[in-house]
């Protein structure tokens, strides 16, 4: 992925609650007119846009349209597929992370200038490779109380040997929260990143056995008989 040029100014797609990581593969089902014809584009070109959480807190204030989180990700198209009348499915795959400097034009799609920003280690190998453990071993346990996880994702995992690849996948793929995955995406320090996981992922597992302990041995669609 180091050889790819990030432009300075690409197309973005601003999405709800969708935080996209480099590395990480996000399907995209395009059909709004807008989207379309920036698909068309990126198409012809470099095959390179970007993907931003929209800031919720920020709709609606001070006539703000769609505002997005500053720290996004770009991606570039790995496979396309036409569905059904102008529709389309592709796969970004994510590239870096990147600053959204200014957003240049809104029509007929929205075009950023971007910085693309640079992660640091923040330990060496012996310590990241302690933290990634610990989050397998907090994943594995999780799983075993009951949180679902994609077929062959632990697998996957288990075979990353860069640790920044590892700690972006395993958050896009296996958090839920918007908001954890916006921080964790803000994070340029690949280690302090594993630890806010680490952190999160240990909250979820004492909430998981909490609920457990609560509801006995009785089924989930049974718990408020407890």
Request: aromatic residues 6%; charged residues 30%.
């Given at each position: ?18 935080v996209?990581?480099?590395q ?44 997005a989180?500053?720290?996004a ?10 569905g059904?009348?102008?529709?389309s ?11 959204i ?49 994609p ?7 288990e ?10 996948i395993?958050?896009f ?6 908001a ?7 994070e340029?320090?690949t280690?302090?990143r ?8 240990k ?24």
């Amino acid at each position: 992925m180091d050889s790819f040029h990030v432009p300075e100014t690409v197309p973005v797609m601003t999405l709800p609650e969708t935080v996209f990581f480099p590395q990480s593969l996000l399907p995209l089902h395009i059909f709004e007119p807008r989207y379309r014809q920036m698909l068309r584009d990126v198409l012809a070109s470099d095959r390179i846009f970007a993907v931003a959480r929209l800031d919720a807190q920020r709709a609606g204030q001070d006539g703000a349209h769609e505002p997005a989180h500053p720290i996004a990700s770009v991606g570039i198209i790995r496979a396309c597929q036409k569905g059904e009348g102008e529709t389309s499915n592709l796969l970004l795959q994510g590239i870096c992370r990147v600053e959204i400097q200014s957003v240049l034009r809104e029509s007929p799609y929205r075009l950023i200038q971007i910085k693309p920003l640079v992660t640091k280690a923040g330990g060496n190998h012996a310590e990241l490779e302690i933290e990634r453990l610990e989050v397998m071993r907090l994943l594995s346990l999780r799983r075993r109380l009951g949180t679902p996880a994609p077929k062959g994702m632990t697998q996957f995992l288990e075979s990353i040997e860069d640790f920044d690849a590892f700690t972006d996948i395993a958050a896009f793929n296996l958090c839920d929260d918007g908001a954890f995955k916006q921080r964790m995406l803000e994070e340029l320090d690949t280690r302090r990143r594993m630890r806010l996981f680490v952190a999160r992922l240990k909250t979820e597992i004492e909430e998981q056995k909490l609920k457990r302990k609560l509801q006995g041995h009785l089924p989930d669609d049974h718990i408020v008989d407890n």
